[in-house]
């Protein structure tokens, strides 16, 4: 009897470790299922969500890594092929980065993604407000003038070391609607006119700076310190540089008003130098936003009241006025131009600079000869 009891002692035990066993067992199982239906899940969620193309993207910039490359100029290569007509806008700008060497082959980024098309000429009574050497901790107040007369403005954006505690309002410039467009990182004629080298190293850690904080939106053109005939530039650099950032798909604006505020011209003086401009038909005056440029920002309101008042209205340069009505260096700036796929001058300008174009034009009664 006592035999029959231990035996089903035994018996009972087995049976509870069986249970134990096969619930553990069970659990395992149960854990293992979930984890892998969760994961299968996920993976068909993303596949989902991924863009159309993106594993020919990742793709392709395995390659252009493996060829050195980089992702940015290889997207820029994939791009839809252009017709090569130069008068519409919007397609890719077209540049072989095959055989690159010197400085040619640096900053990968640094390249225009569409080409302009041709340009236009300037509408009747339009002004586009240019602030050089910003920003400062005048910025705010100047985007508030601005902002009360509902008026966009063009901003050529340094970085220099008395902006470290305001270079953060480059995001607020855009912000506002306006447009960030590089002019010199450090400013130092000395230093960035040493060079084509040099020029393209200042450029692209300015250009970077405003693509950051801009989130990628930095205008394709910019404008020279002291202005493409600063005299700090030899002649060989000046044709260097232009070459190089046509190449790459920049161009640059100089400026056909002088406010003066540069030579320490006072607030009725700047307010006179931009009237005066704007009434014999200028439209792009030069002023500057550095934080010393105080007497600068009283005369803004003023002279916008005198332009809305006189049927002027205000504008933002976008890269589609022609540049040549501005620029100190057409002789050699316009060279270049000719035969470009990315590039067209506009027809009115493309007459009046027929010979530095290299082409023959049938004169009319707005070619005007040309002094630049």
Known sequence: MSSHKRMSARERRRQIHKRHAVIVLTCVVLVAALIGGTYGVTTLMLRQAEPAGASSTVSSRASAGSSGVSSA??????????????????????????????????????????????????EDKAVYLTFDDGPS?????????????????????????????????????????????????????????????????????????????TDGH??????????????????????????????????????????????????????????????????IPLMHNSAVKKATLSEVGSIIQYGVQNGYTFKTLDGTLDPSMYSFSNSVFLPLLKDSPNFKLSDKHEARFASLLGISSVPTSSTVTSSN
């Not at 008026?151 to 995001?171: C, G, S």
């Not at 920049?250 to 130098?273: P, V």
Request: positive net charge; contains cysteine; glycine residues 8%.
């Open 73 to 122: 100029a290889a997207s820029s290569e994939a791009a839809p092929s252009s017709t090569g007509d130069p008068t519409r806008a919007g397609e890719a700008f077209e540049v072989s980065k095959t055989n690159l060497t010197g400085y040619q082959a640096k900053y990968p980024n640094l390249y225009v993604k569409t080409k302009v098309g041709q340009w236009k000429n300037a």
């Open 137 to 213: 901790n005048l910025t705010p107040k100047l985007l508030e003038v601005l902002k009360q007369y509902n008026v966009k403005a063009t901003f050529f954006l340094t970085n220099q070391p008395e902006q470290k505690n305001d270079i953060h309002y480059i995001r607020d410039i855009y912000k506002a609607g306006s447009v960030c467009a590089v002019h010199s990182a450090s400013h130092n004629y000395k230093k960035i006119y040493a060079s084509v080298d040099a020029f393209l190293a200042d450029f692209n850690e300015m250009y970077e700076l405003i693509q950051k904080e």
């Open 218 to 283: 930095c205008a394709p053109f910019f404008r020279f310190p002291g202005g493409s005939n600063n005299p700090e530039m030899s002649a060989s650099v000046r044709k260097g540089i232009l070459q190089e950032m046509t190449r790459r798909g920049f161009f640059f604006y100089d400026w056909d008003i002088d406010s003066q505020d540069a030579m320490g011209a006072g607030a009725s003086k700047i307010y006179e130098n931009v009237i005066s401009g704007i009434q014999r038909g200028g439209n």
